[in-house]
């Protein structure tokens, strides 16, 4: 069964920084690249960006070009998403997410609120 659990999400100020976890088990991890999406209230999901199996590639949308980075480490099964100069914009609920088997996995989400 393949499980997806986000962590560290919270409250931060404007400018701060914070890294989220994806910690997966029930499937190969090292063979599958890892997305993160971000929902924010009353939009629809996007997505970051991915990271290949190996964490050889990434690649981000436009706007996380800049403050975003995503890496992984295949021996802890866990997949990060590190914000830097976090802005109001930023406030959603983030999501690991994993295609196995042609079918799309993913966790429940840690909620990030961006306030002063």
């Known amino acids: 069964q393949v499980h997806l659990v986000e962590s560290g999400g919270g409250v931060v100020q404007p400018g701060g920084s914070l890294r989220l976890s994806c910690v997966a088990s029930g499937f190969s991890f090292n063979t599958y690249p890892v997305s993160w999406y971000r929902q924010a209230p009353g939009k629809e999901r996007e997505r970051i960006g991915f990271?290949?199996?190996?964490?050889?590639?990434?690649a981000y949308a436009n706007f996380a070009n800049e403050r975003f980075t995503i890496s992984r480490d295949n021996f802890v099964n866990t997949v990060y998403l590190q914000i830097f100069n976090v802005q109001f914009e930023d406030t959603a609920t983030y999501f690991c997410?994993?295609?196995?088997?042609?079918?799309?996995?993913w966790g429940q989400g840690t909620q990030v609120t961006v306030s002063s």
């Open positions: 990271i290949s199996n190996d964490g050889g590639s990434t």
């Open positions: 997410n994993v295609r196995v088997s042609q079918r799309d996995y």
